[in-house]
């Protein structure tokens, strides 16, 4: 009796231990998957994804995928859906090689594919870390970006740049689809620098073009590097920029207001604003923003105004503010003195932020981006004191201070609760009315910066310290 | 001769007869020594009988000295003595506890606990006072089964009461109070426990519908005490005690804060913040010490008077309640007055008064938080080669770089309290003009004024960041008239000797008015007190004021049966009219229908006696309503606000809120089931009930559609959506005596489940609280919103593979020690659509039990409450442990949190920059559970009767909210709802932070009757 007793309650807990098995369902048997692996070898280097393809493919279903790198601490699973059961996936996995790996080191990569029935298969690749993955080099010599060509006086556009590259370069390629100029040169002894010179001819009406520059390297997987141009051919100019540097300063290391965009223009007479900080200031005018050349009005021998890059500069006496006026057709130019007679923003130093209007007293400070320290926000622009301005005890009318940038710069200087503030839109004006213009984006290199806020000017001045 | 024999023996036989009675008097007290006047004497066997007098005497003759006297009265148990030869008997008849012949008070009326046919949860004035409490709400914690009441520290907090779950989204949640017939809005901090009869909830809508569009999150009937007729009795009470306030974290010194400060700089790339921390060690600013209190005081006294004779009954009580902050300063204190009298002219004529004169005043500091934020370095004072002698007294002390400001400061700067002064008159008159017809009309009138006066102080701490340059005064004084009348006429007739009916009718009129006044002004030519008044101020004086109204017309009718006392039926009827509503909808009305069949009166239960003393069926059905919205949402609004138009900051005025003349309540429909049972002569007892309740045509706040041309935030008032839900309520109760030693228990269990059925809109999704709850269909309405924190990434491994099918890192920022975000929807990015439910704030259940022993004249309770089942968000989480703050953290933290593969997985790394959002994002990071177990009260007491002069002395020693039992780790678990003002009540509930704590109390109580 003791028996069937045993053997009843031991079935009977056979039963209930069965029953309490995973009920997940469970999926016949099947063939294995199989794995299509797009290259057995992978060219990786520090600090640059590499990408690992494959095609997986299963009968019935895939259930995952496992891809392991042990020296690089990469161990992930893709899990597959199953419902419905994915019978094929195009694997794609990007990973990036971490800074600190030597560029000598050869890895495997183990890829470990399972189906929904437990079958699972294994494959690797080689990965190499000394990939190159650098583009080709483009140094423009001419056209520089933003160059203007005068029909009147040429209608011949030199195009010379530089290429350089570490694994050689298969080919170059100059395309305007505007000028009908598709040209490639290839290079079979793949140089690692090559020198492209050549000039065209333009069409005599004005119009606007984009010069595309290609280069590509011989490297296993080639790099390919391009470079856009855009060049303006005009009968007159659109712009006259005014540059207080000496010749062969940079022009694009600055982040604002260098040279000078013009205050106003009546056909090709430019009027310009503009404060000599020193008795006997240089300036020279350029047709174009980022470069000396094509065109640079300074004087000749004999004083006169000349359109020439070997020009002397227009030199002003004494310090203060001028008013000069400039006509590059006729290269004619007149210089006059003035005294400004716009709000002096004096004491700001001594700023105080009060909710009551009647106790505040004027600060200014700045909002933006790209500021170390700021953002929209005036009472940060107020706590923020490192980024107040201070009065340029030389000029009454200059507000000055030290910024560091991080990146693409954006600001509003700015009191509180924005009185007063100037707004910085295109082409360096800092202006109080800036209308329906909204803040200007400026790309600079990060790094500190000298900040000049002229109120009279209404421009800003952030230049490289 | 044989005669004179026979005359003998009969004249002996007289004389026997007459020798074998005896006299015996007596007096009759109940167990605290009070003469109980009207007591039943009968001698058992006989229709001998008599009744006590005033003074609780009696005076009755037995046939011999073996009879038996049985004594009875209403509310106390019968009790038989045998004479055996006695002429004195000392009586002390014990108090009933829930006989079925106790009185219950129904809306309008009051029934015989054995006839009510709704959920109805009386519980007595006394077990209220055995807690301290400022809100009696405090003190039903855990005694009714069905009402959840989650405690709310500090001085004249006021708890969160929800009567079986909430029934509305965005409106109040709180119950109808309404004391001696009177209603009294969603608040009783003005009333003292020592003033309260007793307290019956209605529960379901077949008992609130009476009370029609008020009753939807339930009602609350209390009743205050009255005179009895006897002699004047003196009664005394008092207990005083202290409320603990210990640091609920362990916070850093100074020394360790500047370790872990450094540890957050360093792990973020930055050089150290404080250099070398041990030059720190022993220099410690202990701010908790220096500002808050590790005890305050709390008294509650009441001085009672009671007494009367049959034409006239009257009871006055003077009570006083005291409870003091931690902060030093401000508390809250309240006296209030009660005076009760009733006349009864004649057997038809009856009136009474009731005048209740209260005075409360309020205010403290609530900046306790920063004593534990601000950083252990900076001193409390500038040290003082910073200071030059011109600074005022606010203006000594130190600034710290936390950013937050000195909270010693803040303290010495507060001055802030309101004073609220009412005064409340509630009269009836009564008329009998026919035996079983009543009519009554009964009036009251409220008036109040309550004057809320801020002075700040001028002060500059530091120039930039802690200062305010120009004092300020502001005042506001608030006056309210209310008035209430209703007139009843009620008829009972009992008829062929088992119909037992009663219908009621009647008519109520209610009308709230207030008006406020406001002055504010700056440069008060100095800080001392006696300048602090609004015409001391030199400048900005502005002003203002408002006045509002509401009013309630309605109509009611009350009509009930029953059948032999076995089948029951009651329905009631109100028609509501009120100003809130437009012509459309001004109108409502609010049906209810309940019956119930006691079964144990049936002749086939009289086998089950001996066990089944009492067994009831009951089943209602009512319909109730929330009104609970702004006075005037059926007017269209201007709203001003400044706006730059071009470069000028334009005064403009825009339309902010629009009619709805089709406004209306927001309707709840209830079913109620229950059974009630008493065994084994009601020893055992209790009840389960079972109800489910749909809300429609909820109230909500809506943005018109941008095609309507209105601006975004213009909104209208607007009924849609709907939610239903469901619950059990039980209550248990066990109560025996073995000689000397009497005990009971009661448990009560408490569950309610809540689902939207709609909203305005199939996919509608209402955000609460800052976008971190979420109300949407089928779920619960409020519950936690946010993204899943599946721990914290341990090595580079792991980081490496949180990555989606393509290698693309879904925590670009995240570094080994950060939290792992969890891509809920796998669509391999984390973002917004990641958020999902991390947690509730409803409990699923509430257990309350409460356990009594009494031997001789020593008693002893204990009362347990609970929340089982629900989450916290404890938002101290970021304040403790984050790093990006120049804040105070925890002792220890920089080892507490992850430092190393293993060390942790729920404290993440420490960082100033916090780029992987950490602590920014809203995650389970921050939800906790919430359930505890907390003693809330635990007393013990001893009584003299006839001792010292008094007729009765009872000394006690009480301990409340000592102990509780937790895995919540922020301040205090009993958190309630959310800021109102923000629509946020319901949305916003379960958040739990730096809310003043319910205290540990220690009580010594004293009770005097004379």
């Known amino acids: ?465 | 001769m044989k005669y004179r024999f026979i005359w003998l023996c009969i004249a002996m036989l007289c004389t026997v007869a007459t020798f074998g009675q005896l006299t015996v008097k007596g007096t009759v007290k109940d167990k605290g020594a009070v003469p109980i006047p009207g007591v039943n004497v009968i001698v058992k066997g006989t229709t001998v009988s008599t009744a006590t007098d005033f003074d609780g005497n009696f005076s009755i003759t037995v046939p011999n000295k073996e009879s038996q006297i049985e004594f009875s009265f209403i509310g106390f148990t019968n009790k038989t003595v045998k004479v055996d030869g006695q002429t004195t008997l000392n009586i002390v008849l014990q108090e009933a506890n829930q006989t079925l012949d106790e009185v219950v008070v129904v809306g309008y009326a009051t029934v015989k606990k054995s006839d009510v046919t709704s959920s109805i949860a009386s519980v007595k004035g006394k077990e209220l006072q055995t807690m301290t409490v400022g809100n009696v709400t405090e003190s039903l914690q855990g005694k009714v089964a069905g009402v959840q009441v989650t405690g709310a520290g500090g001085p004249g907090a006021q708890p969160r009461v929800l009567i079986r779950g909430i029934s509305t989204v965005n409106l109040d949640t709180d119950p109808l109070y309404v004391v001696d017939g009177i209603p009294m809005g969603t608040s009783i901090n003005f009333l003292s426990t020592n003033e309260i009869e007793s307290m019956d909830v209605l529960k379901d809508a077949s008992a609130s519908a009476i009370y029609g569009s008020r009753a939807s999150n339930g009602v609350i009937l209390i009743t205050t005490k009255k005179g009895k007729v006897g002699k004047t009795r003196f009664t005394f009470d008092l207990s005083t005690g202290i409320q603990v306030m210990n640091n609920p974290y362990n916070m850093a010194d100074a020394e360790s804060y500047a370790t872990i400060m450094n540890k957050a700089y360093t792990n973020s790339g930055y050089t150290e913040y404080l250099p070398n921390p041990e030059q720190y060690r022993g220099k410690t600013t202990d701010w908790w010490r220096a500002g808050i209190k590790q005890s305050a005081t709390i008294q509650n006294a009441s001085l009672g008077i009671s007494g009367g004779s049959e034409k006239h009954t009257f009871a006055v009580s003077l009570n006083y309640y005291n409870s003091d902050s931690f902060y030093g300063i401000g508390g809250w204190e309240r006296i209030t007055m009660r005076i009760a009298n009733d006349f009864k002219f004649s057997d038809k004529f009856s009136a009474g008064v009731t005048l209740n004169p209260r005075y409360e005043t309020w205010g403290a500091p609530g900046n306790w938080a920063d004593f534990d934020k601000i950083d252990p370095i900076t001193p409390i004072y500038k040290p003082a080669d910073q200071l030059n002698g011109t600074e005022n007294e606010y203006s000594i002390y130190a600034r710290s770089p936390s950013y937050v400001w000195n909270p010693v400061a803040a303290v010495a700067r507060f001055d802030d309290y309101t004073d609220q002064y009412n005064l409340n008159t509630n009269g009836y008159l009564q008329y009998i003009p026919v035996k079983g017809l009543v009519f009554r009309t009964q009036g009251s009138i409220e008036v109040g004024d309550r004057v809320w006066s801020k002075f700040s102080p001028d002060f500059v701490i530091d120039a930039a960041h802690e200062k305010a340059e120009i004092n300020s005064i502001e005042r506001r004084a608030t006056t309210n008239v209310d008035w209430t009348w209703q007139t009843t006429a009620t008829y009972s007739k009992s008829f062929a000797e088992k119909h037992n009916t009663s219908l009621m009718v009647g008519a109520t009129m209610e009308e709230y008015n207030g008006s406020d006044v406001w002055g504010y002004g700056e440069g008060v030519p100095n800080n001392s007190d006696s300048m602090r008044e609004l015409n001391a101020a030199t400048k900005n004086r502005n002003s203002g004021g408002n006045s509002w109204s509401n009013s309630l017309m309605s109509y009611i009718s009350r009509l009930s049966y029953n059948y032999d006392n076995k089948y029951y039926l009651t329905g009631t009827f109100r028609r509501d009219g009120s100003s809130k509503f437009m012509a459309n909808n001004k109108w409502a009305n609010f049906p209810s229908v309940s019956g119930s069949w006691r079964i144990s009166n049936e002749g086939f239960m009289e086998s089950t006696k001996s066990v089944i003393s009492d067994l009831r069926f009951r089943a209602g059905w009512g319909r109730v309503g929330n009104q609970n919205l702004p006075n005037a949402v059926y007017q269209s609004n201007i709203g001003q606000g400044f706006y730059p138009i071009g470069v000028d900051i334009v005064d403009t005025a825009f339309p902010s809120t629009m009619a709805n003349k089709d406004i209306k309540w927001e309707t709840v429909e209830d079913i109620n089931f229950g059974i009630d049972f008493g065994l084994w002569k009601n020893k055992l007892s209790g009840s389960i009930e079972y109800y489910e309740k749909e809300t429609k045509d909820m109230l909500f706040l809506k943005q018109f559609a941008t095609y309507s041309g209105f601006p975004a935030y213009s909104t209208i008032w607007t009924n849609v959506g709907s939610m239903r839900s469901n619950g059990v309520d039980l209550l248990i109760s066990y109560k025996d005596k073995k000689g000397d030693f009497s005990y009971g228990a009661d448990l009560t269990f408490t569950t309610v489940n809540i689902k939207m059925v709609s909203l305005s809109s199939e996919d509608e999704k209402l955000y609460g609280s800052s976008n971190r709850t979420l109300t949407v269909k089928d779920e619960e309405p409020g519950y936690f919103y946010g993204y899943v924190a599946d721990g914290l990434f341990q090595n580079q491994t792991e980081l490496n593979s949180h990555t989606d099918e393509h290698g693309n890192k879904l925590q670009p920022y995240a570094k080994a020690g950060d939290i792992r975000f969890k891509d809920v929807n796998g669509d391999g990015k984390l973002d917004d659509k990641d958020r999902t439910k991390i947690g509730s704030p409803w409990a699923d259940y509430n257990v309350g039990l409460n356990l009594n022993f009494a031997y001789k004249n020593l008693d002893l309770l204990v009362n347990f409450y609970s929340s089982i089942g629900n989450e916290i968000v404890n938002q101290n989480i970021s304040d403790l442990y984050n790093g990006a703050s120049l804040t105070n953290k925890v002792s220890g933290l920089d080892q507490m949190a992850w430092h190393g593969e293993g060390t942790s997985n729920s404290v993440p790394r420490l960082s100033k920059d916090d780029n992987n959002e950490n602590f920014t994002k809203f995650s389970s990071l921050y939800v906790e559970d919430g359930s505890f177990l907390r003693m809330k009260n635990i007393q013990l007491g001893y009584s003299f009767y006839n001792k010292f002069g008094f007729e009765k002395l009872r000394l006690s020693l009480s301990g409340q909210n000592l102990w509780t039992l937790t895995n919540y780790s922020g301040v205090e678990p009993e958190v309630g709802g959310g800021d109102p003002n923000n629509g946020d009540r319901v949305k916003g509930a379960g958040f739990g932070g730096w809310n003043y704590p319910v205290q540990p109390t220690v009580l010594m109580g004293l009770n005097l009757a004379f």
């Open chain 1, 1 to 465: 009796m003791k028996k069937n007793v045993f053997l009843f309650f031991l079935a009977l807990f056979a039963v209930l231990f069965s029953g309490c098995q995973n009920d997940e369902s469970d999926f016949p048997s099947s063939d294995d998957p199989t794995i299509a692996i797009a290259t057995k070898e992978i060219y990786g280097a520090p600090n640059r994804k590499f990408e690992i393809k494959a095609a997986l493919e299963d009968d019935l279903g895939l259930k995952s995928v496992r891809i392991q790198i042990p020296e690089l601490s990469l161990d992930k699973i893709i899990t597959f859906s199953t419902d419905p059961l994915l019978t094929a996936y195009d694997l794609s996995y990007f990973f990036e090689v971490p800074a600190d790996r030597g560029t000598s080191e050869a890895l495997k990569i183990k890829l470990t594919i399972t189906d929904v029935s437990e079958n699972a298969i294994e494959d690797e690749i080689n990965l190499r870390l000394d990939g190159e993955f650098a583009a080709p080099l483009i140094s423009m010599i001419t056209p520089k970006e933003g160059a203007v060509i005068l029909l009147s006086s040429s209608n011949e556009m030199p195009v010379n740049f530089v290429v350089n590259d570490d694994s050689g370069i298969d080919y170059i390629q100059i395309q305007c689809a505007a000028l009908g100029i598709d040209e490639m040169v290839q290079l079979p002894d793949a140089p690692q620098s090559y020198t492209f010179n050549k000039t065209y001819t333009l069409p005599v009406t004005a119009a606007n073009y984009v010069l595309t520059i290609t280069a590509k390297d011989k490297f296993a997987i080639p790099n390919t590097g391009t470079l856009n141009i855009n060049v303006v051919a005009t009968n007159e100019y659109p712009a006259i920029y005014l540059c207080d540097q000496p010749k062969g300063t940079s022009l694009t290391t600055d982040a604002v207001g260098v040279p000078m965009y013009f205050h106003d223009k009546n056909g090709q007479d430019f009027e310009f604003k503009y404060y000599a900080d020193k008795d006997n200031k240089e300036l020279y005018f350029l047709g174009q923003e980022s470069d000396f050349a094509p065109h640079c009005f300074g004087l000749d021998a004999s004083g006169n105004l000349i359109d020439d890059v070997t020009s002397t500069p227009i030199i002003l006496p004494t310090k203060g503010y001028y008013t000069i006026k400039i006509n590059p057709n006729t290269l004619s130019y007149s210089v006059a003195k003035y005294t400004p007679s716009s709000k002096v923003w004096a004491d700001i130093a001594n700023g105080l932020w009060h909710d009551d209007e009647a106790q505040r007293r004027p600060f200014v400070s700045v909002c933006g981006g790209g500021i170390q320290g700021a953002d929209w926000d005036t009472w940060t622009a107020w706590v923020q004191t490192g980024l107040h301005l201070a009065n340029n005890p030389e000029n009454p009318y200059q507000l000055v201070g030290e910024y560091t940038l991080t990146g693409t710069l954006e600001a509003t200087f700015t009191g509180q609760w924005w009185s007063p503030s100037w707004r910085l839109i295109q082409n360096g004006i800092g202006t109080m009315s800036p209308g329906e213009n909204g803040n200007a984006k400026y790309p600079a290199a990060p790094g500190v910066y000298k900040v000049i806020l002229d109120t009279e000017l209404e421009r800003v001045f952030i230049t490289k310290k």
